[in-house]
């Protein structure tokens, strides 16, 4: 049984940071069995894996628009999983998930848009 839930989101203005926070609760596992990860839904298009890592080894995968301004991070002992959002731009809008799996890889799960578990999701709004 995995539990993700989100915080975080708000309003930013363009060029804003946001830091978003997953609480993962595991039961019969150690949150090293999995592969956590972001993904965004914005109105009107598909899901996006935004960011991928491995809680064993700290394996990350980034999608391309979001390279260089979005950073993954975990923290094992709290099981907490974090997305530090920089230089946000408005297509960045969108309800992002936290999400868990033993299954994929990190690159896989983040390019396949699949995942055993979901978290409900916080909205991010970048807008002046």
């Known amino acids: 049984q995995v539990q993700l839930v989100e915080s975080g989101g708000g309003l930013v203005q363009p060029g804003g940071s946001l830091r978003l926070s997953c609480a993962v609760s595991v039961s019969g596992f150690t949150l090293d069995h999995y592969r956590i990860g972001w993904f965004r839904k914005a109105p009107g298009k598909a899901r996006e894996g935004v960011s991928c890592?491995?809680?064993?080894?700290?394996?990350?995968y980034y999608a391309d628009s979001v390279k260089d301004r979005f950073t993954i991070s975990i923290d094992n002992a709290k099981n907490m999983v974090y997305l530090q959002m920089n230089s946000l731009k408005p297509e960045d809008t969108a309800v992002y998930y936290c999400a868990a799996d033993s299954f994929f890889t990190v690159q896989a799960m983040c390019k396949i848009n699949e995942a055993d578990h979901w978290g409900q999701g916080t909205q991010v709004t970048v807008s002046s």
């Open positions: 890592i491995s809680s064993r080894d700290g394996t990350t």
